[in-house]
């Protein structure tokens, strides 16, 4: 059985190539398989291939997990569809998006065709794998997760706040005690003065008092 090696390469991240040997009776889901096999992603997502020109531009659509759109329209499916079916050029190349919430581009073409398969080796096999993938889903938190009710919201682990870092939260609380005291004690004196005045007012009064009745 011949073998088909494609070359699979982010639209977006030149530096990520991998190179996959698929065997020409296999589907366009084990190639979708394969790639994510080498990616590290889950491959449980709507994507689709697309026979694609030297340009990149897209044609006839093979789909995995199509939406209603798709179903109506009668794409094909890709565990239905063999790759031999839509290899007509020496370097056939397909457009393959997957995940189309938040989705990455690829380029994919076919690099070689190889007339024996290798002894023991268990097809589709990635034979070069160049770069890191990027994430998955990047860092995006989706904004339909929030704390389960009634549960306490754990605020340093969720903003990535380590135990050491919560020191400089304990020193502004310290400073805030303080100050806090230093206000209590202002107070106090401010309290006292009052006082002490009020009571030499009333000293006052009484000598007044005794004064006058001296005079009569």
């Known amino acids: 059985m011949a073998l088909y090696r494609f070359r699979i390469t982010f639209e977006d991240y030149d530096d990520v190539i991998r190179e996959i040997d ?7 889901e084990d190639l979708h398989r394969a790639i994510h096999q080498s990616t590290g992603y889950n491959s449980e997502y709507s ?22 759109k798709r179903i109506d329209r009668g794409v094909p499916l890709m565990e239905k569809v ?8 020496p370097h056939q190349k397909f457009y ?3 995940n189309f919430d938040r989705p990455f581009d690829f380029h994919v ?7 024996e398969e290798t002894p023991g080796t268990t097809y589709p096999a990635v034979i070069k794998s160049v770069g890191e993938a990027p994430k998955q889903f990047g860092n995006v938190i989706a904004p339909s997760i929030a704390p389960p009710a009634g549960d306490d919201f754990d605020f340093l682990n969720e903003m990535g706040i380590n135990e050491e870092d919560t020191e400089d939260f304990s020193e502004v609380t310290d400073t805030d005690e303080e100050g806090d005291e230093v206000k209590k004690i202002d107070d106090e004196e ?3 003065e009052f006082g002490n005045e009020f009571a030499d007012d009333e000293g006052f009064e009484d000598e007044g008092k005794l004064s006058l009745g001296d005079d009569f």
Not at 22 to 28: I, R, W
Not at 82 to 89: E, G, H, N, Q, R
Not at 109 to 115: A, H, N, S, W
């Open 22 to 28: 698929v065997k020409s009776n296999q589907t366009f």
């Open 82 to 89: 063999k790759l031999l079916s839509y290899i007509d050029d």
């Open 190 to 192: 401010e309290e006292d």
């Open 96 to 98: 393959y998006t997957f």
């Open 47 to 68: 994507s689709s291939f697309y026979i694609s020109n030297d340009q990149w531009t897209k044609g006839e659509e093979i789909t995995y997990m199509p939406n209603q």
């Open 109 to 115: 073409e076919l690099m070689k065709i190889i007339l």
